[in-house]
């Protein structure tokens, strides 16, 4: 079995930014409530011509240049996201606008979880000796399946991209542990689904046509499931880690709510000095949160290479897990 290293990170927001006090102006709302009941200030907001794409691609050229490494090297891209550009799948496009000859490319949905599912089937192609050099992204564009007219929604989501490098190592293991969780019989609250009407093709024979909704959810039961399972399943990861809570040097969860972060680091025991978070200026990046949150404090020189660092993702599904790693190619 091979060793798991990550070497790069890399992040991107799109141009646009989209104010408390902007929202104001569209729902009725105030920058006071957004601020006081999530930790939100402002987010960034892709334009109709911005594409998912070309949001995880810039995500991943940066990363890639972190880990000194060029396109070339990739052997495998994993785009976790649930808004591709394309139904079929939008990793090839960014395998295309990369350059990533050589890579094999895949979506992968999970939702707000999707980068720690990602991050998890990576470490398989890893450990297996598969695949040396995996590009592992999260990116969304939620904006575009926000209903506008909602306030309970449409002041939390917003877009984004985050990537790392991993990178297989004959001798060192940075990947510790991890444990990851999905409950389908609570589907219905956080969904974004199909919509369809019928197409009657021939006298008997009718298909669905149509499209999807826009983000449905019922915000306190995803609460609720969020500050009970998310340090459930961090103790369990770390239980797989044989680590404790007391070698984390870093918590990063998965930026939806800041009285949910704090909630799940007060639930933990840990100190609030260790959790990142940077919630205020991105709002909820599905599965983009954790690897923009992750890649800020990198190249802040907040977290250094050896620190331990745990994450938790969470959202629909339902789908929640973790996985606890340390930082850099050397520890
Ligand atoms: N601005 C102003 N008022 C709002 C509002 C907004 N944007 N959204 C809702 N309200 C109102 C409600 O209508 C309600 O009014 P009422 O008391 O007159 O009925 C009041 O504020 C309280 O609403 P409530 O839903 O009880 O608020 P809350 O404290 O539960 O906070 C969330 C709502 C959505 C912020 C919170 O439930 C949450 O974060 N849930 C988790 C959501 C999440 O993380 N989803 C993504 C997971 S990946």
Known sequence: MKGLTIIGSGSAVPNQVLSNQDLSSIVDTSDEWIES????????????????????????????????????DIDLIILATSTPDDLFGSACQVQNIIGAKRAVAFDLTAACSGFVFALVTASQFIRQGVYRNVLVIGADVLSRWVNWEDRTTCVLFADGAGAVVCQSHETKDNFLGFELCSDGTQNSSLNLAYMGTTHNLLENISVGSGSYQTINMKGKEVYRFAVEKVPEVIEKALHRSNLTIEDIDWLILHQANQRIIDSVATRLGLDKQKVISNISKYGNTSAASIPLALDEAIRQSRIKPGDIIAISGFGAGLTWGAAIFCWGGSN
Request: charged share 20%; glycine share 2%.
């Open 37 to 72: 009941r999530t930790g939100m200030k402002e987010r960034y907001v892709s334009s109709a011509q911005e594409s998912l794409a070309q949001l995880a691609a810039k995500a991943a050229i940066n990363a890639i240049s972190m880990a000194n490494l060029t396109p070339e």
